[in-house]
């Protein structure tokens, strides 16, 4: 079964960092895509940013682009978020999200994940004074 | 990057059909055919529902299902059951090698 736990949210000032964690299990890590989304409160979802199956491409949405670092360790099996000069704007619960279709044998997609089939439960950035 | 167009809300009756659309350009719904869509109950995260504009993942009711017209994307549910009040989100890979989700739509099965 695949399983998908975010954590490292919490309270933050602005201008301030936090790096969120996105442990996986279930599934061969290093062959999928990956994705964070996020959902502020009572709002619609945000695409944020996406790591290409083979890891080798980072792709960002306009408003964290310069702020946000994606990356993932294939001998932890987690992937990151790093989250620099935070605003109240990026506060919200952040989702990891696994690509649908993973790398085949001989090939890998170096595109941005576009359909995310398995979710973790979220965690919540507050970036408030 | 701004997000598909969809209505707010959707409403039906159990045992009828339902479609919520979702608008986007020619620099995504309508160029390409990554378009996805995701059922979201509250305080739980999206499921995969539909992907590549038709296509059902394992699991998900045939009752669901998806279709396009130039820059404008539908999902269908026939046959309403009240398991399926949920938001409901569009999403579509766009030219720019990013992703973008539409607004969202609320589902009330009457």
Redesign the interface.
Known sequence: EVQLLESGGGLVQPGGSLRLSCAASGFSFSSYGL?W?RQAPGK????VS?LSGSGGRT?????VKGRFTISRDNSKNTLYLQMNSLRAEDTAVY?CAKD?FGCTATSCYE???????S????TLVIVSS | QSALTQPASVSGSPGQSITISCTGTSSDVGGYNHVSWYQQYPGKAPKLTIYEVTNRPSGVPDRFSGSKSGNTASLTISGLQAEDEADYYCSSYKTTNTVVFGGGTKLTVL
Do not use: F, K
Request: charged share 10%.
């Open positions: 994705t989304v619609g979802l945000e695409w996406g792709y960002y949405a306009d408003s989702y649908q595109g941005t994940p576009y359909y995310l089939g979710w973790g439960q979220g």
